[in-house]
């Protein structure tokens, strides 16, 4: 390749063999020498002047051949160093006005320059230095220091003079993550790096693949394990609040509150013995226990749990309880609890039990008692298995499929009827009699089929088939179809027949009877007639004159309208008074007709028509008829 300039000269004289392709090699011709040395002349001029761009590389000075050569630049144009240039002691260097210096080090930044070196030729423009103050460009011409922004060589600190006093880096004022970037805090191994970032108009921590959302910040409220709050707070998962220290009577303990005007807090605290206690505060008032869950798992509402024991939970409201015990009982009571060995008073004054058992219900009651004493219940009702219930009984009646209710337990036993606070009626018992009574003066109603078939009036009066009754009589029965029989007396004894009616006297004595004649299908209607109730004073006279006074007449009942013969009851009353009852014309209390009433078969007739056929008879055969 040909040398064309200084530069492109090799150090080892062997290998310079051209100059720009003129051959100077051992051997060449005469005439190539000169020609070479004009061609060297040449170049020697452009290195001067530069026109080639050559550069000199090595020391200027001492080293060259004559001291202080190249000392003296004063052509225009720019001194390019490649690499280091480095200046000896005491060298002195003009900056004339057409000179750009680049790259040069060891220069006194004072040199061409009068005060501070501006930062226009690469100074800061300063005098003095804040201690540990960072330099910056405070604008696009100027450097500044100050406290704001301070760097101690191991923390880095903005708006504090003292990061130290706060870790590795301390802000003092607000400080900002655009664009939705993450803040990334790494653990001590350099591992995880858990982030936050800002999710729009909310603030978020995510885990340190950033594939999960932790919890979330909104307008609405925090959530932890959702990124949709709809309350203040909202855990999605379990969420644990351990010890630590609370406002609640200076006490150590968990403690979560809420105030709205007045505070609510739950607390669990050392001294509470593992409970955990709700409490109210109302604005300026004190706080007060509401609700406690003792360490054994008892609630107390109102009130601290009474120590409850032997395997019984419960709830206690102030001095009532609801527990349960094992797989099938519970208990409802009134001022008692079980301590593990027997139930007790919670306060001095009475106690009561509702008690569930194996499908078993029983009410208890005891007397007044002294707090912390024993409790003596007596099981008043219980209700068993089968639905039986009995009242002051432990075990009721039971008939197989029948339902039962018993009463018992004492000498006496009643069920009162009562409408509203007032007692129509009771059922009672003792050892030798059964009551049905009414408190006053009301009727004892039958009604099958939710319709009256029968009744006893406030009098005793038996009524069936009627709810009205005359005032003389003391039972009706009214049968509302011809088709149906008003009474029916039905002896099952076809043997030996029976009575199917007696009629007595106030004595209780026999006076008469409806009799079936033995087995057959013959019955008779009997009036007492015993001799040993009788005076005989004479034979039958007159009959005559009585049978000749009656009159027999035809007529038509006034309802109904049917055909009929017989006697009006008065007439026969004046003839046979034994045979009719009642009194003509009569009316009762309200000014209905009481009609009278006769037997036309009475014995006192017969013994008048006997008497009569007998004298006839005599007569007809005195005759010879």
């Not at 018992?429 to 029968?454: D, M, V």
Request: charged share 10%.
């Amino acid at each position: 390749m040909p040398r064309t300039k200084i530069s492109e000269f090799s150090a080892t004289a062997a290998s310079n063999t051209d100059i720009d392709s003129i051959n100077i090699a051992e051997g060449c011709a005469p005439s190539g020498i000169n020609d070479a040395i004009r061609e060297l002349m040449s170049q020697l001029k452009d290195f001067q002047t530069g026109a080639v761009g050559d550069s000199f590389n090595g020391p200027i000075g001492s080293t060259t051949a004559s001291t202080g050569a190249f000392t003296n630049i004063t052509a225009s144009g720019t001194l390019g160093v490649t690499g280091v240039a480095t200046l000896g002691a005491g060298a002195i260097l003009n900056t004339p006005a057409s000179v750009t210096l680049t790259n040069a080090t060891g220069l006194p930044l004072t040199t061409g320059t009068t005060g501070t070196l501006a930062t226009t030729n690469g100074g800061t423009g300063l005098t003095s230095f804040t201690a540990n103050g960072v330099v910056y460009a405070s604008s696009s011409s100027a450097l500044t220091t100050g406290s704001a922004l301070v760097f101690d060589g191991t923390n880095f600190g903005v708006g504090t003079s003292n990061p130290a006093a706060y870790g590795k880096l301390a802000v003092n004022g607000s400080a900002n993550v655009l664009n939705g970037n993450f803040l990334y805090m790494w653990d001590s191994g350099n591992t995880n790096a858990p982030g936050m970032y800002a999710p729009g108009d909310a603030f978020a921590w995510k885990n340190s693949a950033g594939s999960t959302e932790w919890m979330r910040i909104n307008s609405t409220g925090l959530g932890i394990g959702t990124s949709s709050p709809s309350e203040k707070l909202q855990v999605n998962g379990a969420l644990r609040i351990t010890a630590g220290v609370n406002n609640v009577n200076g006490n150590n303990g968990a403690f979560l509150a809420y105030e709205s005007g007045g505070l609510t807090n739950i607390h669990s605290y050392n001294s509470s013995g593992g409970s955990i206690v709700f409490n109210t505060n109302p604005s300026g008032g004190n706080t007060t226990e509401r609700m406690r869950l003792d360490s054994s798992g008892n609630l107390g509402l109102g009130v601290t749990p009474s120590a409850w024991g032997g395997g019984q939970k419960a709830i206690q409201v102030l001095n009532a309880s609801f527990s349960g015990y094992s797989t099938n009982s519970a208990y409802v009571m009134a001022n008692a609890y079980y301590d593990g060995t027997s139930n007790k008073y919670i306060s001095s004054s009475y106690a009561s039990m509702y008690r569930q058992d194996t499908s078993i219900h029983s009410w208890h009651t005891a007397p007044s008692g002294t707090a912390g004493n024993a409790i003596t219940f007596t099981q008043a009702m219980t209700l068993d298995a089968s639905g039986n219930l009995g009242l002051g009984l432990t075990s009721p009646s039971s008939y197989g499929s029948t339902t039962t209710l018993s009463i018992g337990g004492k000498t006496y036993a009643e069920l009162d009827f009562k409408s509203g606070t007032t007692l129509i009626g009771y059922a009672a018992c003792s050892a030798s009699a059964l009551e049905y009574t009414t408190a006053g003066a009301y009727p004892i109603l039958f009604k099958p089929n939710n319709s009256e078939a029968g009744r006893f009036d406030s009098s005793g009066k038996l009524l069936v088939g009627t709810s009205s009754i005359g005032t003389s009589d003391r039972v009706c029965f009214a049968s509302p179809q011809a088709s149906l029989n008003t009474l029916s007396l039905v002896s099952t004894d076809d043997a030996s027949g029976g009575n199917f009616a007696i009629f007595r006297n106030s004595a209780y004595t026999l006076i008469g009877s409806v009799t079936r004649v033995g087995g057959t299908n013959a019955v008779t209607y009997n009036t007492t007639s015993d001799y040993r109730l009788k005076t005989v004073v004479g034979s039958v006279t007159g009959q005559g004159a009585r049978i000749d006074a009656l009159k027999p007449i035809d007529y038509l009942w006034i309802e109904g309208g049917q055909q009929a013969r017989g006697f009006l009851a008065h007439e026969f009353q004046t003839v046979y008074p034994s045979s009719v009852n009642g009194v003509k014309d009569a009316v009762d209390e309200k000014g209905n007709p009481v009609y009278q009433g006769m037997q036309a078969s009475t014995a006192e007739v017969i013994a008048d028509l006997v008497a009569e056929i007998q004298s006839l008879r005599k007569r007809l055969a005195d005759a010879g008829i």
